[in-house]
């Protein structure tokens, strides 16, 4: 990206959100470029943008521009995977950047979740959000069952201070088109090309548990446990509620949901599974698993 266009494409994000809300569809966020350090291997319509130009861009450009126009919408940093925690940390250093992000958009396909906690700890104001992610590979022969590699996933993301899961792609066929790429990911739900078939993947299965049960605005709380291969994590809901979904990956067994209250429960978990629990009060703390 060249610094001479920055006028003109923070101009650019000021008519697409005034236009998108005249047609009655305001939007909450957007950032300065999808995946701003990869060309995509040539693979699809790509920009890069170096540390330095996205500080500039946001700090001197579409931040003001945002404020001087009373723009509401938020700007998020990065749309990129968690292996550039280094660089966020370089961006929010600076207090020109810093005045206008409320957050981080990240990915999921290199580094490790436990980045936005990274991130979370030298900036606590600064919300994340894991903007993307989803089955890399449309012909894996367990794609419609493989729940638990999503359960586990989606929980070490919710517990490394992410405000939502937003995956990659909504629909797709059994070749995962149509996409520009052409890369061979899958979405949510695959609808066959010839018989229009439609088959929910194992992405879509371990999203339900966690959408049905964890309201918005809802709080992550305390949940600790030992037992290998068992994930957990707790939120307790504005109505006063609590959910808990557990995700096991190992074989078949009875665990103890216990809180400080000495409210207890045991849960049967079948092997390769993912459970949900909901319930209506309980103690202001989290409990052990």
Known sequence: MQRKHFPTYAEYFRKFLECYAAAGVPVDAVTVQNEVDTDQEGL???????????MRF???HLGPHFAERNISSKIWLLDHNYDLWG?????LADPKVRRFVDGVAWHGYAGDPSAMTVVQKEHPDVHMYWTEGGPED??????ETNWTFWGVRFTDIMNNWARCVITWNLMLDENGKPNIGPFACAGLVTVGSETQRIS???????LA????????????IGCRGTIKKISRVAFLNPDGSYAMVLTNA?????VRVRLPSAWEAEVALPPDSMVTLEWNSAPPHGGNL
């Open 250 to 254: 190992g074989p078949e067994r009875t």
């Open 209 to 220: 548990h966690f959408s049905r049960a964890i309201r918005r605005g809802a709080r992550r």
């Open 138 to 143: 449309v012909h894996d022969p367990h794609l």
């Open 87 to 91: 660089r966020v940390l370089g961006e």
């Open 58 to 60: 946001i700090g001197e």
């Open 200 to 206: 929910r993947n194992g992405q879509y299965w371990a």
């Open 44 to 54: 699809m319509p790509a920009c890069l943008w170096s540390q330095t130009s996205e």
